[in-house]
């Protein structure tokens, strides 16, 4: 049984995609501290000017951030405002006019105030538009012991799996000892390889939120998408 133990992104890149699917559970790791001007509030998109963040703005406590999961939206204006920038970007990809209602809904329609499920509604419907089927769960779900490493395997034990499946970044951090001493194996995912697709506004650029590739690929978005490990 394999699992991927990450903090809930905003509508993430084709890698967190294809870490979804790579696992039989996929936990989001929402109980840590919330960290500032990463992938949990926002997200790139491209545009005629270039690649452009798109980013959900939100309350801040201070020096010492509060766990992702109490992150609350500063401005409700925010999703109306992302959804201009979307259609002013994506009016005239191949497929935006398939898949446009359904993500108007989402932007228009009534959203949480709070940031981690604001990332799980994304994360559903993305998943669930590209046949992703792979089971999502909290780490809240959870209890779990302190420290890093102790953490993420108190996870991975109650989960039953054998095997923890993490991106390439993680090396730096993670002691694969504790984990084998745990019965544990670790596979660390390589995200290169990608091929190019049919992408508006030149030069090609990989590291763009997935809604870029289902604009543009549409039904064929998964042939874009590759095994990591």
């Known amino acids: 049984m394999r699992i991927a133990i990450v903090q809930s992104n905003y509508i993430p890149w084709k890698g967190y995609f294809d870490l979804i699917r790579a696992v039989d559970e996929f936990v989001l790791l929402d109980d840590v501290q919330y960290t500032r001007r990463d992938w949990r509030n926002r997200n790139r998109i491209k545009t005629a000017q270039g690649p452009a963040w798109l980013t959900i703005p939100v309350q801040s406590s201070g020096r010492f951030e509060a766990p992702i999961k109490e992150i609350v939206v500063s401005d409700h ?39 981690s499920l604001i990332n799980r509604r994304w994360l559903d419907f993305l998943c669930d538009l590209l046949g992703i089927r792979t089971k999502l769960s909290w780490s809240m779900d959870y209890d ?24 390439p970044s993680a090396r730096a951090y993670l002691d694969e000892r504790l984990f084998r001493a745990a019965g544990l194996d670790v596979q660390y995912v390589d995200y290169g390889g990608y091929p190019e697709y049919d992408q508006l506004f030149p030069p090609f650029d990989h590291h763009v939120s997935v809604i870029d590739l289902i604009f543009n690929a549409g039904p064929r978005a998964m042939d874009y998408m590759r095994r990591i490990c």
């Open 77 to 115: 204006g925010w999703s109306a405002r992302h959804w201009r920038s979307i259609c002013g970007s994506y009016a005239n990809a191949a497929h935006f006019h398939r898949y446009a209602e359904r993500f108007e809904a989402i932007f228009l329609g009534a959203l949480p105030a709070n940031l």
């Open 144 to 167: 779990t012991l302190p420290g890093r490493n102790e953490r993420l395997i108190s996870i991975c034990q109650q989960a039953r799996a054998d095997t923890y499946v993490s991106g």
